[in-house]
């Protein structure tokens, strides 16, 4: 199975500055048709994983641009700009190359 | 309005069998795949399986020896269901098309 690894595993953010979470599979999510299977799901507290960004890089419907993806093969990167209250919860990286997908443990993120 | 939403017993007996539905709307099942993903409380995100468009399957070996997942498209529904159940499976099971989650269903198994 792939492993998917976050770090950190929590984050404290003062409102309106950035932070960043790293996701490291332990295969290339590389496909041969050159699409990048990482995906980022957010959980607030209490709902449902909503999705963030798609294929690496690639920002889902009505997230906004605050949220940013990034990465290589085997090296991923969520960026959120101006952190507001509404972006508390547990952030998850997932790969959905190959079966089974695979989620990585989580990283919680909370306002200073 | 495009949604998806579980629906199954929340209390089930440690051996006995777990069937679980997903009722979708706005968007047609043989368009779109559908996924089943849990969450031990407190934990987190397990990929169970999928039924893909087309009505394949593909399922986690972890779980496949006790896990079934099927559809019925007129009624836009696609059930789950896992036999031999343990405490271990306790959780919010949630369908998804990996864009949309439904709310999930918590399921407990106990006696």
């Known amino acids: 199975d792939i492993v998917m690894t976050q770090a950190p595993l929590s984050v404290s953010v003062t409102p309106g500055e950035s932070a960043s979470i790293s996701c490291r599979s332990s295969?290339?999510?590389?496909?041969?048709?050159?699409?990048?299977?990482v995906y980022w799901y957010l959980q607030k507290p209490g709902k449902s994983p909503q999705l963030l960004i798609y294929r690496m890089s690639n920002l889902a419907s009505g997230v906004p641009d605050r949220f940013s993806g990034s990465g290589s093969e085997t090296d991923f990167t969520l960026k959120i700009s101006r952190v507001e209250a509404e972006d508390v919860g547990i952030y998850y990286c997932g790969q959905l190359l190959e079966n089974p997908y695979t989620f990585g443990a989580g990283t919680k993120l909370e306002l200073k | 309005q495009v949604q998806l939403k579980e629906s199954g017993p929340g209390l089930v007996q440690p051996s006995q069998t777990l069937s679980l539905t997903c009722t979708v709307s706005?968007?047609?099942?043989?368009?779109?795949?559908v996924h089943w993903v849990r969450q031990p409380p407190g934990k987190g995100l397990e990929w169970m399986g999928v039924?893909?468009?087309?009505?394949?399957?593909d399922y986690n070996s972890a779980l496949k020896p006790r896990l079934s997942i099927s559809r019925d498209t007129s009624k836009s529904q696609v059930f789950l269901t896992m036999n031999s159940l343990q405490t271990e499976d306790t959780g919010i099971y949630y369908c998804?098309?990996?864009?949309?989650w439904g709310q999930g269903v918590m399921v407990t198994v106990s006696s």
């Open positions: 295969k290339s999510l590389l496909h041969s048709n050159g699409i990048t299977y």
């Open positions: 998804n098309r990996i864009s949309l």
């Open positions: 706005g968007f047609s099942l043989t368009s779109y795949n």
């Open positions: 039924i893909w468009s087309g009505g394949n399957t």
